[in-house]
Nanobody, 121 residues
């Protein structure tokens, strides 16, 4: 069974920084892309940033230049460094991993439980 466990959310003032972490554990054969999504109240879930196993990254336009995604393949962990945070970044942030749990199983998306990020003075 695969689990994604996020940490690092919280309350921060505008202009501040937070670092989110997400560790994948359990039966894992191979992880392809990992990423972060967010969902604000009344809005659809949206991609924030993603990173392939080779390190190629993709960012939403709204976070380019402020957020940095990285991963440690040896630890099956993905990070999101968030700088210059704005009130509009307030949302529940979800970790995502595109992976194969076992060689006999198909590729599948897994999700973390979400961590709240609130940017407010």
């Amino acid at each position: 069974q695969v689990q994604l466990v996020e940490s690092g959310g919280g309350l921060v003032q505008p202009g501040g920084s937070l670092r989110l972490s997400c560790a994948a554990s359990g039966s894992i054969f191979m992880i392809y892309a990992m990423g972060w999504y967010r969902q604000a109240p009344g809005k659809q879930r949206e991609l924030v940033a993603s990173i392939t196993s080779g390190g190629s990254t993709n960012y939403a336009n709204s976070v380019k230049g402020r957020f940095t995604i990285s991963r440690d393949n040896a630890k099956n962990t993905v990070y999101l460094q968030m700088n210059s945070l704005k009130p509009e970044d307030t949302a529940v942030y979800y970790c995502n991993a595109d992976l194969i749990a076992a060689v006999t199983l198909p590729r599948h998306d897994y999700w973390g439980q979400g961590t709240q990020v609130t940017v407010s003075s």
